[in-house]
């Protein structure tokens, strides 16, 4: 099976972190994640983030820093996630290719169905944030 190359990006402002509700009738839809979407080709793995959250979002971002890297097996695809960190440089964010935003803690995010793959990632940033405030 041919792997998907995702860039998604963990947008953080005041200790909260932006996810987006999938849409309906797509892979995972109303699972809530972390903005982005597929490599296209030619195109870096940094440079398909800021155009994916353009197009899911309205906004623009900053340089993205690499994270983590989550590669899952679905019984349908298998998916290279790659996690940045970045910020808002302009914009207020939009929904406009998802069905829903919102700016949750770190501690909040059990409250929300996420995809398996990214467990791992949402441990790390609860830890992370664990180890910011002592
Ligand atoms: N963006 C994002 N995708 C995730 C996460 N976790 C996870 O398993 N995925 C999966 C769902 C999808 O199969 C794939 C991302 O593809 P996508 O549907 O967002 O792709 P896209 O924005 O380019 O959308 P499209 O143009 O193909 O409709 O990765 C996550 O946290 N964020
Ligand atoms: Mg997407």
Redesign the pocket.
């Known amino acids: 099976m041919t792997v998907?190359e995702?860039a998604?990006g963990l947008i953080q402002r005041d200790g909260r972190y932006l996810i987006a509700r999938?849409k309906a009738g797509?892979?995972?839809a109303g699972y809530w994640?972390?903005?982005?979407?597929?490599r296209e080709g030619g195109e870096s793995l940094e440079d398909c983030l800021r155009r994916?959250l353009r197009e899911?979002l309205n906004v623009v971002v900053g340089i993205p820093l690499p994270y983590r890297i989550v590669r899952?097996e679905?019984p349908e695809?298998i998916?290279e996630?790659h996690f940045f960190r970045c910020v808002i440089e302009s914009g207020e964010a939009e929904a406009l290719?998802c069905a829903e935003l919102r700016w949750v803690l770190p501690e909040e995010f059990n409250q929300f169905t996420?995809?398996p793959?990214?467990a791992v990632i949402l441990e790390s940033l609860q830890r992370d944030a664990i180890m910011e405030s002592r």
């Open positions: 998907i995702v998604a999938r797509v892979h995972l994640e972390f903005p982005g979407g597929k994916e899911e899952h679905y695809k998916v996630l290719d996420f995809p793959a990214d």
